[in-house]
């Protein structure tokens, strides 16, 4: 003890904060590590077709389940592409609605609304960012289901699914909204940012040259803050991808996808995600080991695509640095 | 990483005077589309706010007893016998507590070495480029993999001692240990990022007066950089602290469905608790949700309600400290939520 009392010399210092910072490293690249070793068997039995549609899904894990301990190598197969189809068409329209209303809205913040609501906004924001997704998935259970599945889903829609799949008013639409709403602020408070690094001289630039200001908006802020743009909707993408709760709660725990060829029912078909789907079954995991597997390969899936989203974040944000920009 | 939100009175937009003559009246139509969509949507974010704020204020009204905050979570048929979130309540906090108590240290001592120590030799800096692309990448993993992977390791036989282990010698991995473990992971990403900005905002002359006077950098740290970090440290503890609370994806993979706290019987007192299972509040909300076994929406919008005012009042502290700090840390940092 009192040899750590003394004042620490600098180079004992530098070791000890660089031992913790090298361990944070260490954990975090061990994370993927880990998870990639308990992927492996599911790929190394089937390959990249692992994402390729084909038979039930269902079937596949039910069959899985009931191999205990030791699996025989039939017990690995998988084609997992209905979640896959599922995250991406829920990630794909709730990025699609939230980006315009993001940029709208970032733009109403910075540049026109009064000051006094432009406080209130900010505090908005803020707090939409931090609602838990339990919550999200709670007002969604309890509160969009029923009134989708009771005013929404017409029985002429549930009488001609009946014999695929039943319409109970969880599922698509009322995953895509609460997400939208759920990635809305993180690209609100992204664009802000950028928006805000914007000089004044170019606006004040353009307004000299007789525009007015949404004029002067579109053609010089917006331009200019294009890459904070992708950028942020990147992120809120990776965000997206990664909503397992709240998807689970809503979207109707069915491995079924959605048909855009059933019109207007498409809309309230219900779905899983990579995420949800480890949710569902998370009483599998450390259990069978062919589903064992499966749900890791489902967590590794995401964690890469994470990974690709933020280097691409990355790569989309340098030019700002051209304008000198902060983004 | 960083998200500033813009804080108003900082910002960089001066306020405009508009002229009389400048009306809308010379705009044209699209242009006053555009303007009636940007306020559409602002306000429909606000309306949304205020819808949730307000259905669970009325939900709280109605559901919401001091009694149920004091008493334990029942098996029980019906919702009237099926007690309070006494033990969610204090899960929560369990699971605060340790998931701070790992990542403050490691996320400042990494944001010190980083901003301190970084800064010379090729080996050092390509060392610091890896262990901020880690914790960026940490930043960016969905909590649902951070769980699965806590499962993973505290499955190894290694670990044993952390968690439930059955008579077969079956390690669960479920624990308040290993939940709070991987709950600092999700705490690290703002804790470092507020830490590494608020540091690197420290003038350099403040460093440099500081060594003319023969301190070394490591006193420099203790009395000069971190005092003056303080406000960016409590920034980051809070955003920490308001992940770690909203967060249910580890708590239900990692803390096991009992409601109740249940220690680890035939442990230390103590390491008992910690090597037992229990809940959170946001699983107590899944748990009651129709999503879970329960199906007791009172008791899950209950404990959505108390949920719910916990981060009201983080966001209120977060701005506080902002607020009061304004002229040594700048504008607010959000990273949270990124």
């Known amino acids: 003890m009192s040899r750590l009392r003394k004042p620490w010399s600098d180079r004992r210092a530098e070791l000890v904060l660089g031992a913790a910072s090298l361990l944070t490293g260490a954990i975090v690249l061990g994370m993927v590590a880990f998870v990639a070793v308990r992927a492996w068997p599911t790929f190394a039995h089937n390959g990249l077709s692992w994402l390729a549609p084909g038979g039930s899904l269902g079937g596949q894990i039910e069959s899985m389940l009931s191999t205990a301990t030791n699996a025989p190598a039939s017990a690995y197969h998988v084609r997992a592409w209905p979640i896959v189809y599922g995250t991406l068409l829920i990630t794909g329209l709730a990025v699609a609605l939230a980006l315009p209303l993001a940029v709208l809205c970032a733009v109403f913040i910075v540049e026109l609304a009064p000051a006094r609501v432009r406080r209130v906004m900010i505090r908005v924001v803020r707090l939409l960012a931090s609602v838990p997704s339990v919550i999200w ?10 009134y989708v599945g009771n005013h929404l889903v017409t029985s002429a829609e549930r009488t001609s699914l ?10 698509l639409v009322v995953a895509v909204v609460l997400l939208t709403l759920m990635i809305t602020p993180i690209m609100v408070a992204l664009t802000c940012d950028a928006l805000t690094a914007v000089p004044a001289a170019w606006r004040e630039g353009a307004a000299a040259l007789g525009v007015n200001r949404l004029r002067a908006i579109r053609a010089v802020t917006l331009r200019a803050i294009r890459p904070a743009i992708v950028a942020a909707t990147v992120l809120a993408t990776a965000r997206a991808l990664g909503e397992a709760i709240m998807i689970s709660m809503v979207s109707g725990s069915v491995f079924f996808s959605p048909r855009p060829s059933d019109g207007v029912a498409f809309l309230f078909e219900p779905l899983r995600t990579l995420a949800s789907t480890i949710v569902d079954f998370r009483e599998g995991l450390g259990g069978a080991p062919a ?5 890791y390969a489902c967590a590794l899936l995401l964690l890469f695509s994470v990974f690709v989203l933020s ?8 030019p700002l640095r051209k304008y000198q920009v902060r983004g | 990483m960083s998200v500033f939100v813009p804080d108003p009175a900082l910002s960089a937009v001066p306020p405009r005077r508009r002229g009389r003559g400048s009306s809308l009246r010379t705009w044209r139509w699209s242009d006053r589309l555009v303007l009636l969509a940007a306020w559409g949507a602002g306000l429909l974010l606000c309306a949304v706010t205020a819808a949730i704020l307000l259905y669970m204020g009325y939900r709280g009204v109605q559901y919401l007893r ?3 905050i004091f008493s334990h979570p029942q098996a029980s048929k019906n919702q009237a016998g099926s007690g309070g979130f006494l033990d969610p309540l204090l899960g929560t906090a369990l699971l605060t507590v340790i998931g701070i108590a790992i990542a403050a240290p490691l996320a400042i001592c990494s944001a010190l070495w980083i901003v301190e120590y970084g800064g010379g030799g090729r080996v050092r800096r390509a060392l610091t480029r890896v262990v901020e692309a880690s914790i960026e990448i940490v930043a960016g993993t969905p909590d649902i993999v951070i769980a ?5 390791i505290f499955q190894l036989h290694l670990l044993a001692f952390a968690s439930f282990v059955n008579e077969g010698g079956g390690v669960y991995g479920q624990s308040f240990l290993a939940a709070g473990a991987m709950m600092s992971l999700i705490a690290l990403p703002p804790l470092f990022v507020a830490t590494r900005d608020g540091l690197q905002a420290v003038p350099a002359h403040m460093r ?15 009395r000069v950089l971190l005092p003056s970090v303080r406000a960016n440290v409590a920034t980051g503890v809070t955003l920490g602290v308001s992940r770690i609370i909203a967060d249910t994806a580890i708590v239900i993979v990692l803390l096991g469905d009992e409601l109740r706290i249940t220690p680890h019987a035939g442990s230390l007192p103590g390491l008992n608790v910690l090597r037992g299972t229990g809940s959170s509040l946001t699983s107590y909300v899944f748990d009651n949700s129709p999503a879970g076994e329960g199906a007791a929406p009172q008791k899950a919008y209950a404990a959505a309600v108390v949920l719910l005012l916990f981060v009201l009042a983080l966001n209120l502290a977060v701005e506080r400290i902002a607020r009061r700090h304004a002229h040594a840390g700048g504008a607010v940092a959000v990273s949270g939520i990124v």
Not at chain 1, 137 to 145: E, S
Not at chain 1, 162 to 171: E, I, K, P, Y
Not at chain 1, 311 to 318: D, E, F, M, N, R
């Open chain 1, 291 to 295: 589903l064992n597997s499966t749900l």
């Open chain 2, 148 to 152: 699965v992977f806590g499962l993973a």
């Open chain 1, 137 to 146: 998935g709670l007002l969604g259970i309890l509160v969009l289901v029923p």
């Open chain 1, 311 to 318: 280097v691409a974040g990355y790569l989309v944000k340098l």
């Open chain 1, 162 to 171: 009946q014999n695929t799949v039943q319409l109970t008013g969880a599922g």
């Open chain 2, 66 to 68: 001091p009694s149920l």
């Open chain 2, 208 to 222: 440099e007066a500081a060594f003319a006077l023969g301190k070394t950098r490591i006193a420099t740290i203790r």
